[in-house]
């Protein structure tokens, strides 16, 4: 009888596979189930393997779970590139794109749930008739069929929907099938039903709010060709769609596209080599694209389309800088801004209020003696929410009641300081008290159908005040809103973050293109201390290609990403000296390297999370392949050290945050 031998990989942080032997012939990606230890677990075949020399404790695969592959070719090896690229543990990796319900041993396997889906376009949906920039762009974007990434570059209200529409349209009526990727679940419930009204058809959506069994169904159905059209956040970005057509990107940019926790990768990235490995086309838009993907435009790997003009001909809003350095602020919003907001809802017009912090209040303290509450786990301050009336720390969201007498001094003048969105909505309430005032944030739109009356509310009201963090600059379309006021761009201005200025331009002009869609005489007022600021003078002219020339040009100088190659190595301990340590032998061992640099050990920004110290590593290279390169050597070397027993270690590749 033959046996045959396999690599498995289990979903744990282990860095290797196991070997397990099997009578039968297994294909790869195939879900198997294995003994690990005292308990059986699910593992996934990566390879099949020449007989080992050694066949001591070898054990056995205990069944096979499918019939049918979990991973089919072009995915699979999407996940073996990803953990290469990442320097992730391959079963976690693998894990990461399963639907949680196949990650654990139950009676859920994959199998085929139903019929070939059907498609047909929905006549009473009125194509609108593009305007001559779309059309051009479209029937050149139509053109493109094999892998070519393409940026569709498109200023707020250029009608890039409209055009992904009829891409679509394309793929769908050659029976192949289409996957559209946004940054936030918020952005999902606008684009369904765009997509709703335009076929006849079952559109899927896939995100981490959905229930397990929801998640299960929306991928088999698309394994099986049940649904062609998906829409999802990046956790569907290797959904298993037959006849894949196309991907589209939309919101390129998005920095929400990168998972912060665990398996650190970019959903916009992976999306693109996904694209690569298909040799099929991968769509991204933005009016505010990434430098990465500018560069690439620059090198000629991307190709670029634009929509410079909004379909309704009007100019886009003027950005106009208001100096509140002698005002005083009332929940963060100066007198002179009261009046302006004041004039817009006496016209019967919509504002919307941007502000990037949610809760009542930044800061809880004693006017007494100074003290100022703070996470017991993480050290940052906590954040007053009043409507919940606690104090919430935004690091670890561990929750803490109000106490209302000093715990240094037991004096009661406790205050909060600083705004939230909370405490602007307050403030409005009271100014203006007839009129509706609408907040979205996170803690306004966690229950699901909340950014669907959100939507309701501002379409129905005529005048109204809409206030949000950066959740409300993302691509919705609020046509009724002709002011736009944000609170405290000079946080983002003045930040020594890298990418601070790519960052805070990219979210001004993004709020800014939420206002006057419908409207000649939009404005954006910008509070600011800092009027006379050199950035603030190039993003008031709301021209993009000027401050990301700008952005470009300084990276490139001081050769940072996108023009060098950085990876992060953190670590967190419960002991301090441990954490420091470990990084250190990690910065020695790195140290006669040439063409890398290494900074560090750094204090990771909060130092403390749940008690645990971090700390972190900043290596930084000019050629991706070197880097890789290092990072695999020094992967082996860190699995050999005693020191792993006391401190936890990950790698963020091509990281947002340095800090
Ligand atoms: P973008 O995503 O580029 O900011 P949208 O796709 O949201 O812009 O389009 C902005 C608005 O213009 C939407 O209300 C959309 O329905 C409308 N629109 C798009 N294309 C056309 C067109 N050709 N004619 C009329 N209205 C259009
Ligand atoms: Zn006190
Ligand atoms: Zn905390």
Redesign the pocket.
Known sequence: MNIFYYDIAVGLPLRQCFTYKSKDVITKGKRVIVPFGSKSIVGIVVKKIAKPKSLKGLKEIISIADEHSCFNGSIFETITWASDYYHHPIGEVFFSFMPTLLRKQNDKIIMDPDNNAEYKLNEEDKK????KE?KINLSKLNKVEKFSPSLIY?????????IYLQLAEKFILQNKSILILVPEINLIPQLEKRFKDRFNGDIGVYHSRQTPNQRLKVWLRSKFGGIRIVIGTRSSVLMPLKNLGAIIIDEEHDQSYKQAEGFKFSGRDLAIKRAQIENIPVFL?S?TPSLQTLKLVKEKKFKKFD?LRR??GKKPPKLIPLDISDSPLLGGIAIQTMSIIEAAINKKEQVLIFLNRRGFAPLYECDNCGWVAKCSSCESNLVFHKSKKRLICHKCESVYGVNKTCPDCQSNEINTLGAGTERVEEVLRSTFKKVPIIRMDYDSTRLKGSIEAIYKKANKSKEAILVGTQMLSK?H?F?KVTLCVILNADGGLLSPEINAIEKISQQLIQVS?RAG?NNNLAKVIIQTRYPNDENLKQIKTGDYRLVSEQCLKTNKSLNMPPYSTVAILRATSPSPESCFKFLDKANNLLNDKKNVSVIGPLPSIPLKIKGNTRNHLIIKSNTRTYLNRVLKYLTNEIQTWPETKKVKWTYDIDPYDMS
Do not use: F, I
Request: no cysteine.
């Open positions: 609108l008739k593009l305007t779309q498109g200023v707020t209200g250029s009608g890039k929907t409209e838009g009016a929509l379909v309704d691509g379309d046509p293109g869609r």
